[in-house]
């Protein structure tokens, strides 16, 4: 088994954004403890809209929402600096270990809503008695759901309970 060089022109292209982000200053303002908050209340009212369109099959809504949605995740990441996505040779051992705790809390958040869409499925599958069917649509809210808050948990947990990023 053979391992891969990295490519420097990557590793360089890598450590540009790095620096980047990490240096980055026009966002300041927006980097206080309750414009986080805020953006984070913002990012999971645009995933409840963008899960209630998917509900009820509102394609254009949807498709409104998923932007929305798209332009918020940017914004929460790039107030966070990008820490919840930086390698680790770009981050001093502090920031490491609070990304870190992030992800753990955020694995155990998303392991447990998983956990509790799964019983309320499994319940639902037995629907026909009580007269609800699972229809497309609502496997595609779920999808939309956990596609969003998995992919941007970890950010907004540093948003919401860092004091200084």
Do not use: C
């Not at 982000?21 to 999971?44: E, G, M």
């Not at 645009?46 to 929305?68: I, P």
């Not at 609070?98 to 955020?106: E, P, V």
């Amino acid at each position: 088994m053979t391992t891969r060089r990295p490519d420097p022109k990557h590793a360089a292209a890598v450590a540009a954004q790095a620096e980047g982000l990490l240096n980055d200053t026009r966002l300041d303002p927006w980097r206080s403890k309750r414009r986080r908050r805020a953006i984070v209340v913002a990012a999971l009212a645009v995933f409840a809209a963008v899960a209630t369109a998917a509900w009820f099959d509102r394609s254009v809504a949807l498709l409104a929402a998923l932007a929305v949605a798209t332009l918020v995740t940017i914004a929460l990441r790039r107030v966070v600096r990008g820490l919840a996505d930086l390698p680790d040779a770009f981050v001093d051992e502090r920031i490491r270990a609070m990304r870190n705790q992030r992800y753990l809390s955020a694995y155990r958040i998303l392991s447990a809503s998983l956990v509790a869409v799964l019983i309320v499925l499994y319940i639902a599958a037995d629907g026909q008695r009580i007269g609800w069917d699972i229809a497309a649509r609502h496997i595609h809210a779920l999808f939309w759901s956990v596609f969003w808050v998995s992919f941007t948990l970890p950010s907004m947990l540093l948003a919401w309970n860092e004091t200084e990023i």
